[in-house]
């Protein structure tokens, strides 16, 4: 298999990226690149430019070999003076994040966002992936095709490589269990039950059978307690989703 390859960038062009964001997440730039069809990401903590860490490294090589789909892929590092700072991926000009009331106020759409994203969710764990940090601002969305891509994979868990950081949304889960394939449906259920106005703690009985068929009293009660969830997906229960 080839390895990542890697783009050497000047201090001065380096400059001149970082004078073109995009945007800035909570771990990294996004900038423009010198093609039109990828953009750059280069790390930072509290806004501070820093080298990019040895575990995400190892990641993008991984996902490179991959060559997954349903996701960004790596294209090259960016090193200046020797020292990685981020990678260039691909730009996918058709698809835009959403806020999950811009597609929750279509009942159709929202459907079909959720079984897509279970497919993909589904996909990551056959293929030894924890994609934890599940929420639709690192969800590509084309409303056009109904396509959906992953992004934000370097913060993934991959085989042995771990989460990088882990979200807020993921707390009570990681107090109560490892890491493993539960996340998948967990946050999952957690994006489900936000799009009808309810989460875990404030849905009654007569809510939960509003909206879903039998088996859900038992998953939501199982999310309370993440140690004994039974990894399974409201969303293969669900009756309606009108609110």
């Not at 730039?29 to 280069?42: A, N």
């Not at 999952?188 to 939960?208: P, W």
């Amino acid at each position: 298999m080839k390895n990542l390859p890697n783009i050497n960038l000047s201090k001065k062009e380096f400059n001149e990226c970082l004078a073109n964001r995009i945007f800035t997440g909570g771990e990294a730039f996004i900038c423009e690149s010198q093609t039109s069809d990828t953009i750059f990401k280069f790390f930072h903590s509290h806004k501070n430019l820093i080298p990019m860490s040895e575990n995400k490294e190892k990641k993008i090589n991984e996902l490179y070999k991959k060559q997954l789909n349903h996701c960004t892929l790596p294209i090259s590092t960016i090193s200046v003076d020797g020292v990685l700072y981020g990678y260039e991926m691909y730009y996918e000009e058709f698809f835009k994040t959403y806020k999950l009331y811009e597609i929750a106020f279509d009942n159709e759409q929202l459907l079909h966002f959720l079984k897509e994203t279970k497919k993909i969710l589904e996909y990551f764990t056959a293929h030894n992936i924890i994609y934890g940090d599940f929420d639709t601002r690192n969800i590509l969305f084309n409303r056009d095709t109904g396509e959906v891509i992953f992004c934000d994979m370097d913060n993934i868990q991959l085989d042995d490589y771990p989460i990088d950081k882990i979200p807020c949304s993921l707390g009570d889960y990681y107090l109560f269990a490892e890491l493993d394939e539960g996340v998948h449906p967990y946050m999952h259920n957690k994006m489900l039950l936000r799009a009808i106005n309810r989460d875990i703690y404030f849905i009654s009985n007569y809510e939960i059978w509003r909206y879903f068929k039998r088996p859900a009293k038992k998953i939501i009660e199982g999310m309370r307690n993440p140690e004994f969830f039974d990894n399974d997906y409201l969303i293969d229960h669900i009756k309606k989703l009108n609110r």
